[in-house]
Every structure is written in C-alpha cells, then in structure tokens.
C-alpha cells in the first residue's frame, strides 16, 4: 500500500482547532510531566517538535521554560499554534515543513515525535527513514529523541471490519467522516503504518541513534512500562552519540 506523505495537511487544514477535540490530545499535560522527567534538560533547551500538530506539547512546554520549535505541514496547525504562543507570550515557534525535508544542523538539545507527529504517515519506507535522519542531523551530539508509534502487534490483532489492512507495509486504511468547529463534516482517508520494537530499533540504530529503551504506551500514559501486545503505541527513546 502506498500513499503521499502529506496526505494529512487537507485533513489537518480542515480540521483546525477540532483536532483538540479528539480524546487523545486530552493528556498533555501528563505526558509533558513525563518527557521533562526523562530528558533532565535545563531550562532554555531547545527542543524540536516533528509532526507538532496544533503544538500542544510544544506550548506546554514552553510554559515550563523550555525553548521548543514544532514543525508541521498542516498550515491551519502552525497558524493555531503560533497564535496561541503570541497570546501567551511563549518562547515557541512554529514552522510549515514537510519532516521528511527538514534542513536543521545541530540545533537542538532533544526532539519529540508523538501521537504519529510525521512518523507512521510519513508515506513508504524511505519517507520514514528521511523523518529519522533529519531529527538525527537536527540534535546536537548527545541529544536524546523520543519517538512514538503505533504498534504493529496491536494494530493487527484489533482490526475493524472496516479497516484495510495492508500486511506487506503494516499501513492501515481507514475513511472516517470528521467534523470541522464550522460544523462541516467530510470523509476522509487515513493511512497509518505501525510497527515493530525490532523494526524500530533497527531504523533508529541505521540512521545513527543509539537506543536506549523501548515502552508500551498511549497517549495520556506516559510511562516506563514494558512493551506488550496490549501497547497501542510503542515509546522509543534513543540518543545521538556523543563526540569522541
């Protein structure tokens, strides 16, 4: 199955500020708790947000002090996000950008990629190895990466009758109807590819990052849990070596 990997900007441009309303985006605060405890930064780092959506993770932490940039190719996003940054006087930019084609060097002290932020609708294997290398090229030697993504285990063993489901690839197929804050609703067409931990660390291992640990999670439950096939969501942590 193959599919363009900026299918997601229409639907995210349709979307708008809706998107906030879907369950998952209720537990930010929490996972932010979480990926501050796990990166022990300093106040002011820099932190890259790939596939930042309406930047809820990048504002929160914004709030706390740090100096994030979320990029994502959902114009409606950025403009959501980078209002909401003015209105509160944050330290957050937001940029359009396709992850696949970032032109970052050595900028940053962690990045995020959460909640299938880019990576997972990036598009076909290469698609997802171009996300991985920007992020690697775009962290300063040592810094560390989170990545989230869908579980190939669960995924499979879940399916709804209405799901394609393409075996090869590990990309679902899905036509939801959605509904705008206008009250217009359209149907859409979403792809999403999962994966394994051993496909993970493999692409994260290829492209440079030296793996750390690998969790179950999802989205509102942040956490050092094992990895099981009940995980919706796998939670990689990696880090970009260090000079010697």
Do not use: W
């Amino acid at each position: 199955m193959k599919y363009q990997g900026t299918f997601y900007a229409s639907i995210g441009n349709f979307l708008g500020e809706s998107y906030l309303d879907f369950d998952f985006t209720k537990g930010t605060y929490d996972e932010v708790n979480f990926l501050v405890e796990l990166l022990q930064l300093p106040k002011g780092a820099a932190i890259l947000d790939v596939g930042c959506g309406p930047g809820r993770h990048s504002l929160e932490l914004a709030r706390r002090g740090f100096h994030p940039t979320g990029v994502d190719v959902s114009s409606a996003f950025i403009e959501i996000a980078t209002k909401e940054a003015r209105k509160e006087g944050l330290a957050a930019r937001f940029e359009l950008a396709d992850a696949r084609f970032m032109e970052y060097y050595q900028e940053f002290d962690a990045a995020i990629c959460l909640c299938e932020g880019a990576f997972g609708l990036a598009g076909d294997e290469t698609d997802h190895r171009q996300v991985l290398q920007g992020v690697f090229k775009a962290l300063k030697p040592g810094g560390r990466f989170v990545l989230t993504a869908l579980n190939a285990l669960f995924v499979a063993r879940n399916l709804s009758q209405e799901s394609i489901f393409d075996s090869y690839t590990c990309t679902e197929e899905q036509h939801p109807t959605f509904t705008n804050s206008q009250g217009r609703r359209r149907e859409v067409t979403i792809y999403t590819t999962s994966f394994t931990y051993r496909e993970l660390k493999f692409l994260l291992e290829e492209t440079g990052f030296e793996v750390e640990a690998g969790y179950g999670c999802i989205a509102g439950g942040f956490g050092k849990k094992p990895l099981s096939v009940e995980d919706y969501e796998i939670m990689m942590v990696s880090r970009r070596p260090r000079l010697t």
